[in-house]
């Protein structure tokens, strides 16, 4: 597994680690302009990791938090190069200090793990829709104006159809449900995704294919 030798804060940033980093600063402990600037050097170091990655140039890499997330034990960066083909945005997470790139085994746990507690159910459909297991590659839906008029209309001859923004689902003995819509990279095709963390921390994805256009 690649390690990527950057160091922030004394902390070693490593993509899809499999320990925590152990030298963050204490949660609550960093003024406003201290978390910015931290924050600011993480935004760097996960450009340069995901030019690494797919070989980008790493002067054309952009960076972008998503979904209100910007604790450092729990973000969501969009990382995308507009020079680089294709040129759609990729999801990376930082976690307790880690980077973690979408394909590897666990990430998915690991970042709804952290991000449990003061994640907004955007942020958990972002989270799902990078680095759950079979969900395809794409965009979450949240207005129906995203979703291409032939396949909204495909997917409301079929049964049970409903548009609805990413929501979260009552679930039992402690676990939590997220459904959204999400569209693939080409707006084509329109899928339903349901994902629910147990109280163990387990985790259940479906993706479901509602229509194409």
Same mark, same amino acid.
């Given at each position: 597994?690649? @390690?990527?030798?950057?160091? #922030?804060?004394?902390?070693?940033? &490593? =993509? +899809?680690? !499999? /320990?925590?980093?152990?030298?963050?600063?204490?949660?609550?402990?960093?003024?406003?302009?201290?978390?910015? @600037?931290?924050?600011?050097? #993480?935004?760097?170091?996960?450009? &340069? =990791? +995901?030019? !690494? /990655?797919?070989?980008?140039?790493?002067?054309?890499?952009?960076?972008?938090?998503?979904?209100?997330?910007?604790?450092?034990?729990?973000?969501?960066?969009?990382?995308?190069?507009?020079? +680089?083909?294709?040129?759609?945005?990729?999801?990376?997470?930082?976690?307790?200090?880690?980077?973690?790139?979408?394909?590897?085994?666990?990430?998915?746990?690991?970042?709804?793990?952290?991000?449990?507690?003061?994640?907004?159910?955007?942020?958990?459909?972002?989270?799902?829709?990078?680095?759950?297991?079979?969900?395809?590659?794409?965009?979450?839906?949240?207005?129906?104006?995203?979703?291409?008029?032939?396949?909204?209309?495909?997917?409301?001859?079929?049964?049970?159809?409903?548009?609805?923004?990413?929501?979260?689902?009552?679930?039992?003995?402690?676990?939590?449900?997220?459904?959204?819509?999400?569209?693939?990279?080409?707006?084509?095709?329109?899928?339903?995704?349901?994902?629910?963390?147990?109280?163990?921390?387990?985790?259940?994805?479906?993706?479901?294919?509602?229509?194409?256009?």
């Amino acid at each position: 597994m690649d @390690r990527f030798p950057w160091v #922030i804060g004394g902390c070693l940033l &490593l =993509a +899809a680690s !499999s /320990a925590g980093c152990q030298q963050l600063p204490p949660a609550g402990g960093l003024s406003e302009i201290e978390n910015a @600037r931290m924050n600011e050097e #993480i935004d760097r170091q996960v450009g &340069l =990791a +995901a030019a !690494s /990655a797919y070989g980008w140039n790493p002067d054309d890499v952009l960076v972008e938090p998503l979904a209100d997330t910007g604790d450092i034990r729990c973000r969501l960066l969009a990382v995308r190069s507009p020079g +680089a083909l294709p040129s759609h945005g990729r999801t990376w997470a930082v976690v307790d200090g880690e980077v973690i790139m979408p394909g590897t085994a666990g990430s998915l746990e690991r970042v709804l793990g952290a991000c449990d507690s003061v994640a907004t159910v955007d942020a958990w459909a972002e989270a799902v829709a990078a680095f759950g297991e079979g969900v395809p590659q794409g965009y979450v839906v949240r207005q129906k104006q995203e979703v291409s008029t032939l396949a909204h209309r495909r997917a409301m001859e079929g049964p049970g159809y409903e548009f609805h923004p990413p929501r979260f689902v009552d679930g039992e003995d402690g676990a939590r449900t997220v459904e959204f819509f999400l569209t693939d990279l080409e707006a084509a095709g329109l899928y339903h995704v349901r994902a629910t963390r147990g109280a163990d921390g387990s985790i259940q994805v479906s993706s479901e294919l509602l229509a194409e256009s």
